[in-house]
């Protein structure tokens, strides 16, 4: 069984910093990519920012410059450090995992951390 925990969300105020991690553990074999989605109320969830094993990066253009991905192989460990946080920021941050394991291949979701921007 595979879990991944999610740690490092909370309040801040615009302008400020956050760093989330991302720990998988379990029967795992290999990862390809990791990755963090976000969800704001209301709206659907979409990517921020993903990794693939060998370090080549995506991120979506509302967090360019503003945010980095990074990865720890040795740990199965994801961060995001995000910085000039905005109020449209504000959602619930998701880590995906896209992994092998012993029995599976498949795609594997944290149970999510909350991230609010606000004065």
């Known amino acids: 069984q595979v879990q991944l925990v999610e740690s490092g969300g909370g309040l801040v105020q615009p302008g400020g910093s956050l760093r989330l991690s991302c720990a998988a553990s379990g029967s795992i074999f290999s990862i390809y990519a990791m990755g963090w989605y976000r969800q704001a109320p209301g709206k659907q969830r979409e990517l921020v920012a993903a990794?693939?094993?060998?370090?080549?990066?995506n991120y979506a253009d509302s967090v360019k410059g503003r945010f980095t991905i990074s990865r720890d192989n040795a740990k199965n460990t994801v961060y995001l450090q995000m910085n000039s946080l905005k109020p449209e920021d504000t959602a619930v941050y998701y880590c995906?995992?896209?992994?092998?394991?012993?029995?599976?291949?498949?795609?594997?979701w944290g149970q999510g951390t909350q991230v609010t921007v606000s004065s």
């Open positions: 995906n995992a896209d992994l092998v394991t012993v029995v599976a291949v498949g795609d594997y």
């Open positions: 990794i693939t094993s060998g370090g080549s990066t």
